[in-house]
């Protein structure tokens, strides 16, 4: 268990609805980070928030946004959903906030786009 | 957009054998990571490489950084099923916004 908490596990949805994803970083981590992890594209680094605030933004569409709130957990909202969306979302916290520190990814959430 | 190939994609042994996956990119990184990732799982982090021809050593895993800091490896020695899963590379240098991660080695020990 890394101590990174991400609901639901498994999401269907239908093309051009909207999802928001939950995750709770681990007691006392700042940064949280949201992955895509597809067939097709593999690990793909989406964006980073550090203490509430947008840190590094990766291959996020603009389709796709994401909040960390004051009690440090984070969503991950996407609209108008497409077919090709259909992946595996992790998220993951650190202590610090550079390329290197050590984080901790929870469990993922499947999302299915039917 | 900076690439990290893996080498092989799949891989499949007898327990005992002996592995080595690579990680290659034309682009400089200021350090990388390996992770594995079993099914069901997130990718949890084993090594982080910094400097150019360091070698690392975590019980029968040898971790090296290239000399120029664009390539790794990873050899594992005596493989053993518990050591199934994929396998990830990632590179970075600052921030994350440049963060890319390896295609993948999917590897299989069959006992």
């Known amino acids: 268990d890394s101590g990174v908490t991400q609901t639901p596990k498994h999401l269907i949805t239908a093309t051009g609805q909207r999802v928001t994803l939950r995750c709770s970083p681990r007691?006392?981590?700042?940064?949280v980070y949201w992955y895509q992890q597809s067939l097709d594209q593999g690990l793909q680094f989406l964006i980073q928030y550090y203490n509430g605030e947008e840190r590094a933004k990766g291959n996020i569409l603009e389709r796709f946004s994401a909040q960390q709130f004051p009690d440090l957990h984070s969503e991950l909202n996407l609209s108008s959903l497409e077919l090709g969306d259909s992946a595996l979302y992790f998220c993951?916290?650190?202590?610090?906030?550079?390329?290197?520190?050590?984080?901790?990814f929870g469990q993922g959430t499947r999302l299915t786009v039917v | 957009t900076q690439l990290l190939e893996q080498s092989p994609q799949f891989l499949s042994i007898q327990e005992g054998e002996n592995l080595t996956v690579y990680c290659n990119s034309s682009?400089?990184?200021?350090?990388l990571q390996w992770y594995r990732q079993e099914p069901g799982e997130g990718p949890v982090l084993l090594v982080t490489?910094?400097?150019?021809?360091e070698v690392k050593k975590l019980k029968r895993l040898t971790f090296q950084f290239g000399d120029a800091r664009k390539d790794s490896s990873l050899h594992i020695t005596a493989a053993q099923p518990g050591d199934t899963g994929l396998y990830l590379c990632?590179?970075?240098?600052?921030?994350?916004?440049?963060?890319?991660f390896g295609t993948g080695t999917k590897l299989q020990v069959i006992p």
């Open positions: 993951a916290s650190s202590v610090g906030q550079g390329w290197g520190t050590e984080a901790f």
């Open positions: 490489v910094v400097t150019g021809g």
């Open positions: 007691s006392g981590d700042l940064s």
């Open positions: 990632a590179g970075g240098s600052g921030g994350y916004q440049k963060v890319t």
């Open positions: 682009s400089v990184f200021s350090s």
